[in-house]
């Protein structure tokens, strides 16, 4: 592990903040927040329900515009940065094939290139035989493969991905989290994960970020002693239990705040 050539960090954020509404009833969601995430590290973040990760990735996405602060991008391609929602944000009018093949269609990859590439995607994601289907004959598991194969098909330089398996049961999580370390162990993707599950975090997370309660700024980062490639089984390893346990004092003090009405 550890590049003796630093490179400048892919994405930046500087005292990022984001307020809604105004008056009495204005919430600040995030921040001041410092975030650096360097090019091909897989970053996680944790944080109480409500502090403002949805909000953040929604910012790193250009979906949303910060209030205070900024969040910079260094893109060394122009291949855009791409996102994976917590419901999925897959298109039940469109088959699975189609589906795959969005990003490439709004990139104007030309059709026959595009197909291919999507359904490249499709076979190492197990989907191969579903690129006629629509996401509605699909369980859990496999509108979610068909989220995670859309957005890796556009080869993104920066994964974005927000509890994409927050909806899952726990053995098929347990399954794609495994996909995941494999896959992304491959492409060295530099990914922002956002999730409120620690053992997620530590599987597949070169650091883990604990965020505090709303507004949420970051409060600790750990690093995972596991070196890469590492597979699912260092779940069962002492060090495993210790940074989770580790993990939870941190989070445990800001999920009884954001427990608390304010
Ligand atoms: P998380 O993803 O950590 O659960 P969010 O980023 O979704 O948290 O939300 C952080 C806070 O901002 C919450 O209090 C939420 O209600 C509020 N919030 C998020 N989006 C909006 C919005 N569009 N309008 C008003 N409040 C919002
Ligand atoms: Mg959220």
């Not at 995607?121 to 859990?140: E, I, N």
């Not at 162990?185 to 620690?198: A, E, G, K, V």
Request: with cysteine; net charge neutral.
């Amino acid at each position: 592990m550890g590049d003796p050539h630093p490179t400048p960090p892919t994405l930046r954020a500087t005292a990022l903040g984001r307020t809604f509404g105004r008056g009495p009833g204005k919430v600040s969601a995030l921040g001041p927040l410092d975030l650096e995430v360097a090019r091909g590290e897989f970053t996680c973040v944790v944080g109480p329900s409500g502090c403002g990760k949805s909000t953040l990735l929604r910012i790193a996405a250009g979906l949303l515009r910060p209030s205070t602060g900024r969040l910079e991008i260094r893109a060394e391609t122009d291949r855009p940065a791409a996102m994976i929602f917590q419901d999925y944000g897959i298109y039940d009018w469109k088959s699975v094939l189609a589906n795959v093949r969005f990003g490439l269609d709004v990139q104007r990859v030309p059709r026959k290139d595009a197909d291919a590439r999507a359904r490249d995607w499709l076979s190492r994601l197990g989907l191969a035989d579903f690129a006629d289907a629509y996401p509605a004959a699909l369980s859990g598991g496999m509108r979610q493969r068909v989220a995670i194969a859309r957005a890796l098909a556009v080869e993104p330089e920066i994964l974005l991905m927000d509890e994409p398996f927050a909806a899952l049961d726990a053995q098929l999580r347990t399954i794609l989290q495994d996909e995941l370390l494999e896959l992304t162990q491959t492409t060295r993707t530099t990914t922002l994960f956002i999730t409120h599950s620690l053992e997620e975090a530590i599987v597949l997370g070169d650091r883990v970020l604990v965020m505090s309660a709303r507004p949420g700024r970051i409060l600790a980062e750990r690093r995972p002693p596991f070196a890469r490639p590492r597979s699912g089984d260092i779940r069962d390893a002492a060090e495993f239990a210790a940074l989770k346990r580790e993990l939870w004092d941190l989070l445990r003090g800001e999920v009884r705040t954001e427990a608390v009405p304010a």
